[in-house]
């Protein structure tokens, strides 16, 4: 499948197209406010300027009537003509009859009634006709006043911002469509990209990585967090393939020992007790066998965390007291001392067997690489909300090198190679810790092994 052309071909359907659609969409939005708010603050704001110029003329005019009569309101129009510098205003004052009394209109206009109180059109005045927005209203005894503006410059303004705001819309729309055109681009790209990888990795070749363009944004977050992802993924499979070429050579030694004894035992056994001793052998190889499988899945469980749901706050003083006391006669068998330090409660939250078969395998291999004549300690230190569960031993311990390795499965340092073990004991301890939120340090304790098993007293998020 060519994951490339799939995602940089057009699809309506693509996210590339709809997060181009969408940031061209938004754009116009933004224009299309930018453009209204410019019309109000400009065309807008030249009519509400004449209509607030014509109201004022009108208020003044009619107290002006009010006071003077007839003779003060044609003086006081006559006057606002002659101070007219912009000859923009229109004043038109006529009787009951219709007669012009004054101003610089010649007649009543043609069309305008009564009933219409705010009128835009062309009038013709001082011989030439323009656009004209006027305001008429009834006075007192019939007369008749008409007041307004000469609106036919605001006009052409008007028509020559609208032209200027609709190429701007076009240039708009233009500029959006490309902007559209280039995020969709570099949204196919960089899908394109992953799922390139993708189908590589899908393939088989584990090594290829997303790019990381160094720039911080989204899609380099993104591509780290991928990285990662395929990083962990090939560390899981070449743990696969270790465990399972260890499981191999682990089995291979234990099976070919269990047929060996069971061929001679048929060839050359003298009587019942030497096939019954030989059985005896190889049944012992199976159970070993049989004890490697059963690690292994327990550790599988565990890192599955199928049993966190059962997770629950408990005291692990007693559990630790009663490992302390079957581990001491272990100990005592191999001339070393078990000293436990467990304080009266020790506050754990998680699962109560787990934790216990976790320190038991601390304690097993502690005393099992422990010199004749040594002391292994156990030690239990609730503190800031945590526990710290120290097993420490003055063995050979595990040099600097192999501990990064020493969680692995089936890993045996040169030390542990002549001793019985299948090198999962720290493996589950790892997992136990991992699955509770929790921490296992290994450090040298000059000579021997410290182990601390790091536990939380409540709920902890787990990654």
Excluded: C
């Amino acid at each position: 499948m060519d994951w490339g052309s799939r995602a940089s071909g057009l699809n309506l359907r693509s996210a590339g197209v709809r997060f181009g659609v969408a940031y061209a969409a938004l754009f116009g939005v933004s224009a299309l406010a930018l453009a209204s708010f410019l019309w109000w603050s400009t065309a807008g704001l030249m009519e509400r300027q004449v209509d607030d110029a014509i109201n004022a003329d009108s208020l003044g005019l009619s107290e002006r009537y009010r006071e003077t009569g007839t003779a003060g309101l044609l003086e006081t129009i006559n006057q606002r003509l002659i101070g007219n510098v912009d000859r923009d205003a229109i004043y038109l004052l006529v009787d009951p009859a219709m007669r012009r009394l004054t101003g610089n209109l010649q007649r009543w206009p043609a069309g305008i009634g009564m009933d219409q109180e705010w009128i835009e059109r062309p009038l013709e005045r001082d011989g030439r006709r323009s656009l004209a927005r006027v305001h008429q209203f009834e006075l007192a005894g019939g007369y008749h006043l008409m007041i307004g503006r000469d609106v036919q410059a605001r006009a052409e303004m008007r028509h020559l911002l609208t032209d200027a705001l609709l190429w701007a819309a076009a240039i708009a729309v233009a500029l959006g469509s490309v902007g559209a055109w280039a995020v969709r681009g570099l949204f196919g790209m960089t899908l394109a990209e992953v799922s390139a990888i993708a189908g590589a990795i899908g393939a088989g070749d584990l090594t290829r990585r997303v790019r990381v363009t160094g720039r911080g944004d989204e899609f380099d977050r993104l591509a780290e967090i991928i990285n990662d992802m395929l990083d962990r993924i090939a560390q899981l499979m070449d743990g696969v393939r270790q465990v399972s070429n260890a499981i191999a050579h682990d089995l291979r030694t234990p099976i070919a020992r269990a047929r060996a004894r069971l061929e001679d035992a048929a060839n050359h056994a003298s009587g019942e007790a030497d096939l019954r001793a030989a059985l005896e052998r190889a049944q012992a190889d199976l159970d070993g066998i049989t004890a490697l499988f059963q690690g292994l899945l327990r550790i599988a469980e565990i890192e599955a965390g199928a049993r966190r749901s059962a997770f629950a706050a408990f005291d692990a003083a007693p559990m630790l007291l009663d490992l302390a006391d079957f581990y001491g006669a272990v100990a005592e068998e191999r001339e070393v001392v078990l000293k436990p330090d467990i304080p009266e409660i020790v506050p754990v939250f998680g699962d109560r067997d787990m934790v216990q078969q976790a320190v038991a395998n601390l304690l097993d291999n502690a005393i099992k690489f422990a010199p004749s004549g040594t002391t292994v300690l156990l030690s239990a230190t609730p503190e800031d909300g945590w526990v710290r569960i120290v097993v420490a031993d003055q063995g050979p311990g595990i040099p600097l090198a192999d501990r990064p390795r020493a969680t692995e499965r089936f890993f045996r340092g040169e030390s542990a190679r002549s001793t019985p073990g299948s090198g999962l004991g720290l493996a589950l301890v790892q997992a136990v810790a991992t699955l509770h939120g929790g921490v296992l340090r290994l450090e040298d304790a000059g000579p021997g092994l410290i182990a601390t098993l790091t536990l939380p007293h409540g709920p902890r998020e787990v990654a």
